[in-house]
């Protein structure tokens, strides 16, 4: 039972999204076609976004290549949540030229629920993810807030990272 309401569930995934490609226009839709939870990171002494040089975010569990970033420089990224499950696990690797060699990585984890949701016949189909619950490593991350727990398909940033920093030394 269970194998077939999973797919029943990818079947009206692959519906919703065929629908939205070929019927969502940019004019009549609000926010993403699909719900990213969009991750920004910041300073954890001066609260102010960054921009954090050279990591590889990655998910766990994703079957084949599950890279979201491979080495690059950027100041938020978009997460992609798995919908068959309850829980998705990113790593945070570090590969600075200064941090690489003591491989040192983070882990951020969200427990969820998630529903399908009909938003238009326009805009089509997404999923909506109630966060349950989040988990984070503290290696370079001091700490990880969640600004609301629904995550939809508005185009905001949902989740806050911030990462302890060095600030420059007063002279």
Wanted: with cysteine; aromatic share 12%; proline share 3%.
């Amino acid at each position: 039972m269970k194998k077939h309401l999973n797919h029943i569930r990818v079947a009206l995934l692959a519906v919703a999204s065929a629908i939205a490609i070929y019927s969502c226009g940019d004019d009549t839709c609000e926010g993403n076609q699909s719900s990213l939870p969009q991750v920004g990171f910041y300073s954890s002494q001066t609260k102010a976004a960054i921009t954090v040089d050279s990591i590889t975010i990655y998910g766990v569990g994703v079957p084949n290549d599950s890279a979201i970033v491979r080495n690059s420089k950027i100041q938020n990224v978009y997460l992609p949540f798995n919908v068959d499950a309850q829980e998705s696990k990113f790593v945070i690797r570090y590969e600075q030229k200064d941090l690489a060699k003591y491989n040192i990585t983070d882990t951020i984890a969200f427990t969820y629920t998630c529903e399908p949701y009909f938003h238009s016949k326009e805009c089509g189909a997404f999923y909506v993810f109630n966060v349950t619950g989040q988990y984070v490593s503290h290696n370079l991350i001091d700490s990880m807030q969640l600004a609301k727990p629904v995550i939809d398909n508005a185009d905001i940033e949902n989740i806050r990272l911030f990462f302890r920093t060095e600030e420059e030394s007063e002279q």
